[in-house]
C-alpha cells in the first residue's frame, strides 16, 4: 500500500521489510541481524517501528537506492534492540538548515587495521543529533563573529580562510566554543557552554588555555560533537571500514598529501593518490599559495550526507584527550574529566598530512586548546 505523508510518499512492503520514502531519491531500507524481523510502521516523522528482534542483540539497518537487478545493500546504522518491539529515528524530515540527522545507534570506535594504540575498538552508544553538513566556511564564521563582538564576545583569533566558500582555519578550540554559543544566541536557541557548573555565565570570553569551561548537555544550542559523535558521523554507518566510503583513499575522494605505496618504500597501501605531494587541483602546483584548502562540499558525501568527514582541515571536537575511549561511559561518552597533557581533540585528517591521518580512525596529533593553525576547523552539531 501507499500512503501519501507530508508530500512524501512512503511505499509499505511488510514481507520483506523494505521501506521506500520518495523525496530527492528514493531509498529502501531493511533490518537484519540474528533474528528475521518485521518493520511494521514507518512513520512520519522518520521513526521505524520493527518487531520480532531478541531484546538487547544488535541488528543493522541498511539502505539502497534502488530494488531493481543486484540491489547493492549499505550498512546505514546499528541498533540494540529494546525489546521484541522497537522503535527508532531513522530519518528526518524536518531538518535545521544546513545540517543532517546521523542517527541514534552503536557503532564500534576505532579499528584495528593500522596497529592504533591509542584507537583500541569499543562499543559505544551515541543518541541521535544532528550534525553541520559542511565544515564551518569562512563566511559562515564571519556573519556569527560580527554578531559575536558586537554582543559582548571577544576572539583571541579572528579566523583565516583562503575563499569565503573555503573553511574558515587558524582558529583554537577556546574561539569554536564561543562561536557556537553566539551561533546558538543569534538563531534564539540556548548556549550550550558557560563558565561555571551551574550554568549561569555564558562563556563568551576567556582562552588563557586555562579557562574552565562547562556543557549544558540539555540545552538546544550548538556545539562541537563529542569525538564519539564526530567518529560515529564520519563512519557514514559503515562497519570496519578505514574511510568514510571504503578502505582505500584518492583525490577524488578527499583532499589530503599523497604518499602512495606505489612511489615510496613508507608510504600507504592504501593511498591511491598518483605523486608524492599535495592535492594538485588545490595547490596550484605548490607555489605558495598557502593554504591548499579546498571549498566546502568539494568531495562525495559519506552515507550520512556529510562532506569532507577526511582531509580539508582538521575539526575540533569536545572531548580532553585520553585512552582508552569510551569515558566515563561508552553511552553518550564526552571523554576525560581532564587531559594529563592538556589536550583537545582534533579528527578528520588536514590538507597538508598523508592519508594515515584521514582515516575515520585516527586521533591525529591532539593539540592543546589555544593552539590554531591553517589546518583547524570545525562544524557544529545540536542534539535533539
Given at each position: 500500500?501507499k ?6 510518499f ?7 521489510g523494505v ?17 528475521a524481523?518485521t ?15 531478541t531484546p538487547?542483540?544488535?541488528?543493522t539497518?541498511?539502505?539502497?537506492t ?15 534492540a ?8 531513522i530519518v528526518?524530515?524536518?531538518?535545521p538548515?544546513?545540517m ?41 564564521w ?6 559575536a563582538?558586537?554582543h559582548?564576545y ?11 566558500n ?14 557556537c ?27 588563557s ?40 583513499i ?32 588545490f595547490?596550484g602546483?605548490d607555489?605558495g ?10 568531495f ?28 566515563p ?22 590538507w597538508?598530512?598523508?592519508?594515515t ?28
Amino acid at each position: 500500500m501507499k500512503t501519501k505523508l507530508n508530500a512524501l510518499f512512503i511505499g509499505l512492503a511488510l514481507l520483506a521489510g523494505v521501506y521506500q520514502a520518495t523525496a530527492q531519491a528514493a531509498q529502501f531500507f531493511r533490518i537484519v541481524g540474528p533474528t528475521a524481523v518485521t518493520i511494521t510502521a514507518f512513520r512520519a516523522d522518520g521513526t521505524l517501528v520493527w518487531s520480532g528482534a531478541t531484546p538487547g542483540a544488535t541488528y543493522t539497518v541498511q539502505i539502497s537506492t534502488t530494488l531493481a537487478g543486484g540491489v547493492n545493500w549499505v550498512d546505514y546504522d546499528q541498533l540494540v534492540a529494546g525489546g521484541s518491539v522497537s522503535t527508532n529515528l531513522i530519518v528526518s524530515f524536518n531538518l535545521p538548515a544546513g545540517m543532517t540527522l546521523i542517527p541514534a545507534g552503536v557503532f564500534t570506535m576505532g579499528d584495528t587495521l593500522d596497529g592504533e594504540n591509542d584507537a583500541i575498538p569499543i562499543n559505544v552508544t551515541v543518541s541521535a543529533f544532528y550534525m553541520d553538513v559542511n565544515l564551518v566556511s569562512l563566511s559562515q564564521w564571519q556573519g556569527v563573529y560580527s554578531y559575536a563582538t558586537s554582543h559582548g564576545y571577544s576572539f583571541v583569533n579572528a579566523g583565516m580562510g583562503k575563499a569565503v566558500n573555503h573553511p574558515v582555519q587558524t582558529v583554537d578550540w577556546y574561539d569554536c566554543v564561543k562561536w557556537c554559543n553566539a551561533r546558538s544566541q543569534q538563531a534564539g536557541l540556548t548556549p550550550v557552554y558557560y563558565t561555571d557548573a551551574g550554568f549561569t555565565r555564558v562563556f563568551t570570553n576567556g582562552d588563557s588555555g586555562t579557562t574552565a569551561v562547562y556543557a549544558n548537555w540539555r540545552t538546544n544550542g550548538y556545539r562541537l560533537p563529542t569525538e564519539a559523535e564526530w567518529e560515529k558521523a564520519a563512519r557514514g554507518g559503515l562497519i570496519g571500514q578505514r574511510f568514510p566510503w571504503g578502505n582505500t583513499i584518492s583525490w577524488s575522494q578527499a583532499n589530503y598529501s599523497g604518499d602512495p605505496l606505489s612511489l615510496d618504500p613508507y608510504g600507504f597501501a592504501y593511498d591511491l593518490s598518483t605523486a608524492i605531494d599535495y592535492d594538485p587541483a588545490f595547490s596550484g602546483g605548490d607555489k605558495g599559495n598557502y593554504p591548499y584548502t579546498s571549498p566546502v562540499g568539494s568531495f562525495p558525501a559519506n552515507g550520512y550526507g556529510l562532506y569532507d568527514m577526511a582531509g580539508n582541515v582538521l575539526e575540533w571536537c569536545w572531548d580532553w584527550y585520553g585512552t582508552p575511549y569510551g569515558q566515563p561511559t561508552t553511552t553518550n561518552p564526552t571523554g576525560p574529566a581532564s587531559s594529563l597533557e592538556n589536550l583537545r581533540v582534533l579528527r578528520g585528517g588536514p590538507w597538508d598530512n598523508h592519508a594515515t591521518f584521514a582515516r575515520s580512525a585516527s586521533r591525529y596529533d591532539d593539540d592543546f586548546p589555544n593552539a590554531a593553525n591553517y589546518g583547524y576547523g570545525f562544524r557544529c552539531v545540536r542534539g535533539l
